[in-house]
Structure formats: C-alpha cells, structure tokens
C-alpha cells in the first residue's frame, strides 16, 4: 500500500492560495502522477511541474473540509498505460487566474505502488484520495470529469437506498409489465442500465 508525504504548497501554489483567500475562486484542474524523483539541490517549491509526469488523472469530486483542507478524488485506471511504473510523485494542478496552470501542491511516495500496463493479467480502476490545504478560500470549484467509472461510495449510496426501498412501490427499480408503458423509453434505459451496474458489483 502507497504511503505519501503530506501535500506541500509550491510558490506558486501559496500565491494562489492568497488569492483563494482574498476572494478569487480556486480552481483545481487535475491531478498527475509520475516516477520522478527529486534530486539534491532540487526543491518542489519552485516547480511547475511533476520530475517525470506519465499520467493525468481526472477530477470526480473536490469536497471543502472545515479544517481548511480540501479533498480531491480522481479515479486512477491503467487505461492507456503503456508501460508500467512505481507511482512515485503526485501533483494538483490548478488554475492561477494571472497566470495560468500551475503546479498547487505536490507530495512524494516513501512507499510506492506498482501501476501495471494496460492489458495485462490487472486491471486496475482505484479512487485516489489527495488532501490538500486551502485556508480560508471562500469559493472552490474544479474540472469533474465523468469517466463513467462507479465508485464504491457511489455504489453503497445506490444500494443502500435499494435496500430501503424494495418493496416501495416508488422504487424505479420494480417495474411491472402494465408500468412499463408508463416510461419513456430514455427512463427504461435508465433502469436497465441501473440494473446492469447493480448485477456488475454483485449487488443483486
């Protein structure tokens, strides 16, 4: 299991942050991971960008915490991946409305894990938490991306209202021969599809 560092702030992550602060709306872009290493004399407060950046990972949910923290989850898949690698460095990109895209905050592994290529015996599609600071910014906003992936908390939101509902005539999922008429044919899609993913995870 893959152990980071704590996120720090680059230079041009706490200049950013200071705008957060003072009313700019931070916005955060993506995610990368790479096997870079930082070597003596280089320091991550000044860079732009990962030591050996290999792969974006898109942003599914950006969640403000009280403690002035932020998490950003991206969903990590070896989709594409060429050739495997030991996931050693991370970076959030953000958008520096002076600037540009920015290096916000990069963290190193002191213990790595091993991404396969695609096509190989695993297949790999991982929630990958990131928590980085963001004071006291007022509005935080971020590029979601819909990969069409299902997470786990996704799919335990999903089931647990099922479960509440099996017997409730409310329940889209119970649907009767003389109610199908009732649907549009975009709704029964909709149920089918939901049923499809709920037999993929083994929920039915």
Not at 21 to 46: P, R
Not at 72 to 85: A, C, D, K, L
């Amino acid at each position: 299991m893959a152990d980071y560092t704590g996120m720090k702030l680059t230079d041009n992550g706490r200049g950013l942050q200071a705008k957060a602060e003072a009313g700019e709306t931070l916005t955060f872009n993506k995610v990368k991971i790479g096997d870079g290493e930082l070597v003596d004399g280089d320091s991550y407060e000044t860079r732009n960008d990962l030591v050996n950046p290999l792969l974006d990972l898109n942003i599914s949910v950006v969640q403000a915490e009280e403690d002035g923290t932020c998490l950003i989850r991206s969903n990590m898949t070896n989709e594409g991946v060429n050739e495997g690698f030991y996931v050693k460095e991370v970076g959030i990109f953000a958008q520096d409305p002076d600037i540009g895209e920015i290096l916000y905050a990069f963290s190193t592994a002191v213990v790595t894990d091993y991404l396969p290529p695609e096509g190989g015996a695993t297949v790999v599609n991982n929630q990958f938490d990131t928590m980085v600071v963001i004071g006291n910014a007022d509005s935080i906003t971020a590029d979601i991306s819909n990969t069409g992936f299902v997470t786990q908390d996704d799919f335990d939101d999903h089931k647990n209202e099922f479960d509440a509902h099996k017997s409730d005539d409310t329940n889209p999922h119970n649907v009767t021969a003389s109610q199908a008429g009732a649907y549009t044919k975009s709704e029964v899609d909709s149920i089918t599809t939901d049923l499809e993913i709920f037999s993929m995870w083994g929920g039915l």
